[in-house]
């Protein structure tokens, strides 16, 4: 972590910085706001914020906890576990989170930490009795030993990860009022639902669109219950792969995430790659299919309720590589069995075939989930699939062991800034 100041008004990430104010950042966060300074504001001063940070184990008197991830929506939802085991292990404490004010709509309602927002100053950082400053560590998390995410975490902040219970382990999603009668509505209108993914943050996580479109046409047809499609595209892949007649076509029209949280707490299933959409679904506890190449779901999702993971780690010797980059690792694609040239998706997920996602969610539907539609019988053969699949999948489903009986607690004020 860094501390910088500079020598007028800053603006990153929707966050105003004051100039010649201290701030504590990331040094991922330093180095974006230098290359895009210009001639616009000078850095002041520079140095490391390692040698402040303070942790306080035992028992004191007014603890105050700063915690600090910056962004990503999928990460900030692993965060509400972090926070509530804080919570758990210190009832008393005061809790500060920050993050970029982007990703602040993930922490509305959540009674366990005390402000949410960013930047941090280094008077208020200074102020904490306790630092736990998470930066880098899903970017950087890529051994082949490595622990599921929550644990890492967990035993980052000092604590034994295998003593904390699995309840802890998955995020904690609040909803007011308002929030709840929408869900109704959204029950109302489409009965039982499926929520639908198309996109990861990440395109080397993204099912290919050509797959995902034949998966939609197989679901409408075997199980003909209706489908919101939500996340992002271009204008020409929307284009290019119009969704069949029967899908609610929400792609780039929910600007909130908030939007999409309540879709899926109003949904029957989820269906996704590895992305913030799965970690809603492992929170709300609804039964969710996760497809997965670059990573192993229990690198995320290991203890998760009603998670139903489907791999393609036979197709590629690499496979799961835990490449975080946003270009393929073509060097090890092109071992891979089913391999194109050029590489445009992981080689993994291009090896799960429609027929496997569609027969997973026709078994989880009628069998783990009650619902009035007559849905036609799915064969087995996989040659039915529309994409074909060069390399067998696994297909393995997750359970907690440990969840808890934990009730999701509702609060209808919006959180505000409080100071020291």
């Not at 100039?19 to 001639?39: C, G, H, K, W």
């Not at 496997?356 to 969610?361: D, P, S």
């Amino acid at each position: 972590m860094m501390i910088a100041s500079y020598d007028r008004l800053i603006g990153f990430d929707d966050m105003t910085f004051q100039p010649f104010t201290r701030y504590v950042m990331s040094e991922a966060t330093f180095q974006t706001i230098a290359r895009n300074l210009n001639d616009r504001g000078q850095i002041v001063s520079t140095s490391c914020f390692n040698d402040r940070t303070a942790f306080r184990r035992g028992r004191i008197k007014e603890r105050r906890v700063g915690v600090y991830r910056h962004t990503a929506f999928g990460d900030q939802l692993i965060m509400t576990g972090i926070t509530a085991w804080l919570r758990h292990v210190w009832p008393d404490a005061r809790i500060f989170y920050f993050c970029a004010p982007l990703v602040t709509d993930i922490w509305r309602w959540n009674p366990h930490i005390e402000f949410c927002g960013g930047p941090m100053t280094l008077e208020f950082a200074d102020a904490m009795t306790d630092h736990i400053m998470y930066e880098g560590m899903f970017e950087n998390d890529g051994e082949p030993d490595q622990l599921n995410c929550y644990d890492s975490h967990l035993r980052a902040a000092g604590f034994d990860h295998k003593k904390v219970p699995a309840r802890f382990k998955r995020p904690y999603i609040f909803f007011n009022q308002k929030e709840e009668m929408y869900q109704a509505e959204l029950r109302g209108k489409h009965g039982d639902y499926i929520v639908y993914h198309w996109s990861s943050s990440n395109l080397n996580r993204m099912y290919p669109p050509a797959q995902s479109l034949a998966t939609l046409q197989l679901l409408l047809e075997r199980i003909q219950i209706p489908i919101i499609v939500v996340g992002t595209c271009d204008d020409e892949e929307a284009k290019l792969y119009k969704l069949p007649e029967g899908c609610v076509d929400l792609r780039n029209k929910t600007p909130k995430f908030r939007q999409i949280m309540n879709m899926v707490a109003a949904s029957a299933l989820v269906i996704g790659p590895d992305s913030s959409v799965v970690h809603v679904a492992g929170g709300l506890a609804k039964h969710c299919i996760s497809l997965w190449g670059l990573f192993h779901p229990n690198d995320r999702i290991k203890y998760y309720e009603n998670a139903h993971p489907i791999v393609g780690f036979k197709s590629c010797p690499h496979a799961p590589c835990r490449n975080h980059e946003f270009k393929l690792p073509e060097e090890k694609c092109y071992d891979a069995g089913n391999t194109v040239s050029p590489p445009e998706f992981c080689n993994a997920l291009r090896s799960i075939a429609p027929l496997q996602i569609v027969n997973k969610a026709y078994h989880i539907l009628s069998n783990d989930y009650s619902t009035n539609k007559q849905s036609k019988p799915i064969p087995a053969n996989r040659s039915d699939a529309s994409v074909p699949t060069t390399g067998g999948s696994e297909i393995s489903t997750v359970r907690g062991t440990e969840v808890g009986e934990d009730h999701f607690v509702r609060r209808d004020s919006e959180r505000t800034s409080t100071s020291i």
